[in-house]
């Protein structure tokens, strides 16, 4: 059993930065990639940024160049670094572990952490 659990959100003025933060915990296990996500209200979730298991990323175009996703040595926490915000980025954001149990791969949660983008 894996826990994810994500923290740093809040309230920041357009032009602000924020990092977030998500760790996961529990027994042993092998990470394939991580992913934070993000749902605005009243639309549906997207991914925002990954990182794989070689450190591998990838951005929504929506974020490249603002936003940076990294991780600690382990691996077992992931950041996302978000710079010039813009109320646009107002959402609910989420971290996801997909984590190994061969032959599957399974997600693994957070609970989420709210950003809102306001002046």
């Known amino acids: 059993q894996v826990q994810v659990a994500e923290s740093g959100g809040g309230l920041v003025q357009p032009g602000g930065s924020l990092r977030l933060s998500c760790t996961a915990s529990?027994?042993?296990?092998?990470?394939?990639?991580v992913g934070w996500y993000r749902q605005p209200p009243e639309k549906e979730r997207e991914l925002v940024a990954i990182?794989?298991?070689?450190?591998?990323?990838d951005y929504a175009d929506s974020v490249k160049g603002r936003f940076t996703i990294s991780r600690d040595n382990p691996g077992s926490t992931v950041y996302l670094s978000m710079n010039s915000l813009k109320p646009e980025d107002t959402a609910v954001y989420y971290c996801?572990?997909?984590?190994?149990?061969?032959?599957?791969?399974?997600?693994?949660w957070g609970q989420g952490t709210q950003v809102t983008v306001s002046s």
């Open positions: 529990g027994s042993s296990f092998s990470i394939a990639a």
């Open positions: 990182i794989t298991s070689v450190g591998n990323t």
């Open positions: 996801a572990f997909d984590i190994r149990v061969p032959p599957r791969t399974y997600r693994n």
